[in-house]
């Protein structure tokens, strides 16, 4: 007697079946639809075509329909399944355009171009970016070792060398892609020429002529460009050209004074991504962008004296260990000048380049944002945390840990370290509110007298269940000095201290500072400086010990809030008339 079974799409073995004898295969025979089973032997499915079959074994010999020979396919040994492979190429004319839209920009792009000069061992990258009236040409020259032909091949094969490749300490690939996808995000003939003693091997990636093949074609020359020459004489080293751009890039279709702001873009972002290497911290490189060198960026302002740097952490987990190190930035005050402060904020300003820096093998990967930690409601950027930035270092052993994106951009902390990264984040952010709030001076400086430190902050915060209450510090040297001037009539500045600090208006001033996106201060108008600066020089001058010259006139006048370059300078014009 036979049994009908439905037709599946792949052969199920039972469990049963591994532990009986059988014969070694079974003839499968075309019927129709359909597949039969014995009655003495466990019935299973095969997927199929018009088929049956009578006997199972730890092997089926199938009769393919129209077919005489006979073909054996073994068995799985572990779910006792029978697969039968089945091939589907991916469309090369489709799969091209489509690995172009994964979101590249001009800035990002090239950065993955320079990790491979990085992984050749080049000492200097130039590039150079040609306005041409909207249809520019980007060229890429650096002088690492080159490449015969045939790894210039495999250089340009998509998926060449992937995420299971083991890597040298300085290869910063991740997946294989980013040479191609990088650049064809940006144009649509990506051309590679590479000198390698002495030889020249070159090849192109043209969009419009991928058919049916991923085949490139091997061009004379190099697109016609200021860097295509110089590569002519040069000596060891790889030049890539991107040509033909269109929409789909961000450098196509500019004015020249949008082309010139976004090549300021790019200089920015090579300046931080690649700071380590520009500073020679790491190996040095040296870069330039039409002609003027790159100078490092330090997102952690760690020149200045006024940065905080926290002790490192090391944390430990099923993937391996990485480095933390937070850092508290400078109080705006502390900055020389309004161009010093805008440049120490870097590219997108400071609220944006906030929260954690993740290296990879030196190169920035993740340039600020706070991974999404910070429990059920992430933490956001906030002007209160913008001074709050940590840097953590990632072994290239831990891309797939982190989840590492194409464009090495995007880094997701695995759950064994999210808690430690977590309670690190929250210390600086309190921290970094502190040094915001309390404009640098601190929270904590508390009965420190005129005659050792006239920086004490004339404010102090008292926790309270609602809304935070604030209290003048009676023992500020220049309160102090008011209450000694007034002799017996000092309760009268308690009183007035007293009423002031409970009509302090908190919510307003909170609603005020998220309606106008900041608490930046405003410079003061020269009416304003005029009316402030002589009442301010007057309480100066009053306070004990005070002298007119150094450091501890510096100190009394950051202590009152007296910052501003104008009204400084107009208060001590006027201290140093009397």
Not at 165 to 183: M, V
Not at 344 to 357: D, K, L, M, S, T
Request: net charge positive.
């Amino acid at each position: 007697m036979r049994t009908v079974l439905p037709v599946a799409n792949i052969a199920i073995l039972p469990d049963s079946m591994l532990h009986q004898s059988a014969p070694l295969c079974t003839t499968f025979h075309h019927k129709g639809r359909g597949c039969t089973g014995s009655d003495k032997s466990p019935s299973w499915l095969v997927e199929g075509r018009k088929s049956q079959f009578r006997s199972v074994g730890p092997a089926l010999r199938i009769f393919r329909p129209g077919a005489h020979r006979r073909k054996c396919f073994p068995l799985s040994a572990t779910g006792g399944c029978l697969l039968r492979p089945v091939e589907i190429a991916p469309s090369p004319y489709a799969l091209l355009r489509s690995l172009r839209g994964l979101g590249y920009s001009p800035e990002t792009a090239l950065a993955d171009l320079i990790d491979n000069s990085l992984a050749a061992g080049a000492r200097q990258v130039r590039i150079h970016l040609d306005w041409r009236d909207g249809n520019p040409l980007v060229e890429i020259l650096d002088d690492g070792t080159g490449m015969n032909f045939d790894r210039l091949v495999e250089a340009m094969r998509f998926g060449g060398a992937g995420p299971s490749a083991e890597r040298q300490g300085g290869d910063l690939g991740r997946f294989g892609l980013g040479l191609k996808t990088a650049s064809l995000s940006q144009c649509r003939e990506l051309t590679v020429a590479s000198r390698r003693e002495g030889l020249v091997a070159r090849l192109t990636w043209d969009v419009d002529r991928v058919g049916e093949g991923w085949s490139a074609v091997e061009p004379d020359a190099s697109p016609s460009g200021e860097l295509a020459t110089e590569f002519q004489s040069s000596g060891n080293g790889t030049l890539v050209s991107w040509s033909r751009m269109d929409r789909l890039g961000g450098l196509w279709g500019l004015d020249r004074d949008t082309f010139n702001d976004r090549i300021s873009d790019i200089r920015a972002h090579l300046a931080m991504t690649f700071h380590r290497f520009l500073s020679g911290e790491t190996r040095r490189l040296a870069m330039s962008v039409n002609g003027r060198a790159l100078n490092a960026w330090d997102p952690f302002c760690r020149w200045h004296d006024a940065t905080m740097a926290l002790p490192r952490d090391i944390i430990r987990g099923s993937d391996g260990a990485i480095t933390a190190r937070p850092y508290i930035l400078p109080h705006r005050d502390r900055f020389a000048n309004e161009r010093e402060w805008e440049d120490a904020g870097g590219p997108g300003g400071w609220v944006e380049r906030q929260g954690f820096y993740v290296y990879r093998g030196d190169r920035l990967v993740s340039a600020g944002g706070w991974l999404g930690l910070g429990g059920a409601r992430a933490w956001t950027r906030e002007e209160s945390s913008r001074l709050a930035r940590i840097a953590l270092e990632l072994p290239a052993s831990m891309d797939e840990a982190w989840r590492i994106d194409i464009r090495k951009s995007v880094a997701r902390p695995p759950a064994w370290a999210r808690g430690r990264l977590a309670g690190l984040g929250a210390d600086c952010r309190r921290r970094a509110r502190e040094v915001f709030a309390w404009r640098g001076v601190g929270a904590g400086r508390k009965g420190r007298r005129s005659n050792t430190d006239g920086e004490a902050w004339p404010w102090e915060a008292r926790s309270a269940k609602a809304v935070p209450r604030y209290r003048v510090r009676r023992e500020h040297p220049a309160v102090s000095a008011v209450a000694q001037a007034l002799g017996a009539e000092s309760g009268l500045l308690e009183g007035l201290l007293s009423a002031l600090e409970l009509t302090v208006p908190v919510e307003r001033i909170w609603l005020d500072v998220a309606e106008q996106g900041g608490a930046e201060l405003m410079q003061p108008a020269a009416t304003e400086i005029a009316e402030l600066a002589t009442p301010l020089a007057t309480l100066v001058r009053s306070m004990d010990n005070m002298d007119n010259t150094g450091d501890r006139l510096d100190s009394v006048l950051r202590s009152l809030g007296i910052t501003q370059p104008a009204l400084r300078a107009a208060v001590i014009r006027i201290l140093g008339e009397n």
